[in-house]
C-alpha cells in the first residue's frame, strides 16, 4: 500500500453519508476499484471507475475520480451498519493488471 | 453466480512445513492472481497466471511457487515456513477483456497459521 494511501478511519452515524478518500501515484492505471472486507472474510469487489471517467453512480454508491490530482473517492449514501467494514482501493498499474491495494480504510457505523 | 473458490479455508503448520493452496477460479475467466495478506495490512500481489502462463511476479518468496493446470485451476505450494507466513493467502481471477478491461474478483481466502 505505499503507493496508495487511504485514511486508516471513519466514523459516522446510520442514515448519514461516508467518503472515502484515496490517492494514488500510478498515472497509466486503466481501472480502479473499491473493495470491501469483513472481518475474517474475503474481498468483495464494490465497484470500479475506467480511468477516462469522472463519476461512476451504482445504487448508494458513488465513484468520484480526478486524474489530474491522482484523487480516488467513494461516497456510500444512507450509511447502515451493515456497510461496517474496512475499505481498500486498488489500482490496475496499467498493463500490469496486477492491482495495488491501498493501506485500508475502517468504516465504523454508529446506530 | 460461480465465485472464486478456494481450499483449504483454514491451515496451521508447524515452521518448516510445506502447505499447498488450491484455486478454482471463475468459469471461463483466462488470468489468476495471488496476494497475501498480513494481519492488519493490505493485500500483496504474489504472483499472477494467464492462460496457465505466469504473466507477472510480485514479492513472493523463493520458498513459494505456483502453477496454473490445464483445468485453470491454481496450487500456490509454500516450503520450509516461516511464523511470519501466517496470512490470509487470497486467490483472484479475471476475464481479461480488450473493451471492458479486467474486472478482478477474490476468493474468499486461505487462512494459513504457522505455529
Known amino acids: 500500500g505505499e503507493d496508495v494511501e487511504q485514511s486508516l478511519f471513519l466514523s459516522v452515524r446510520e442514515g448519514d453519508s461516508s467518503v472515502i478518500n484515496c490517492t494514488y501515484t500510478?498515472?497509466?492505471?486503466?481501472?480502479l476499484y473499491w473493495y470491501k472486507q469483513e472481518p475474517g472474510a474475503g474481498l468483495q469487489l464494490l465497484t470500479y471507475i475506467f480511468s477516462n471517467m469522472d463519476m461512476k453512480q451504482d445504487q448508494r454508491l458513488t465513484v468520484l475520480l480526478n486524474k489530474k490530482d491522482k484523487h480516488l473517492s467513494l461516497r456510500i449514501a444512507d450509511t447502515q451498519t451493515g456497510d461496517s467494514a474496512i475499505y481498500f482501493c486498488?489500482?490496475?498499474?496499467?498493463?500490469?493488471?496486477?492491482?495495488?491495494f491501498g493501506t485500508g480504510t475502517l468504516l465504523a457505523v454508529q446506530p | 453466480a460461480a465465485g472464486v473458490i478456494q481450499s483449504p479455508r483454514h491451515l496451521i503448520k508447524e515452521k518448516r512445513e510445506t502447505a499447498t493452496l488450491k484455486c478454482y477460479p471463475i468459469?471461463?475467466?483466462?488470468?489468476v492472481y495471488w496476494y497475501q495478506q498480513g494481519p492488519g495490512q493490505d493485500p500483496q500481489f504474489l504472483i499472477s497466471?494467464?492462460?496457465?502462463?505466469?504473466?507477472d511476479k510480485g514479492s513472493i518468496p523463493d520458498r513459494f511457487s505456483a502453477q496454473q493446470f490445464s483445468d485453470y485451476h491454481s496450487e500456490l505450494n509454500m516450503s520450509s515456513l516461516e511464523l511470519g507466513d501466517s496470512a490470509l493467502y487470497f486467490c483472484?481471477?479475471?476475464?481479461?477483456?480488450?473493451?471492458?478491461?479486467?474486472?478482478?474478483?477474490f476468493g474468499e481466502g486461505s487462512w494459513l497459521t504457522v505455529v
Open positions: 486498488a489500482e490496475d498499474g496499467g498493463a500490469t493488471n496486477k492491482l495495488i
Open positions: 483472484a481471477s479475471s476475464l481479461r477483456d480488450r473493451v471492458y478491461g479486467n474486472t478482478i474478483y
Open positions: 500510478d498515472s497509466s492505471s486503466t481501472y
Open positions: 497466471f494467464y492462460e496457465k502462463m505466469q504473466s
Open positions: 468459469p471461463r475467466h483466462d488470468t
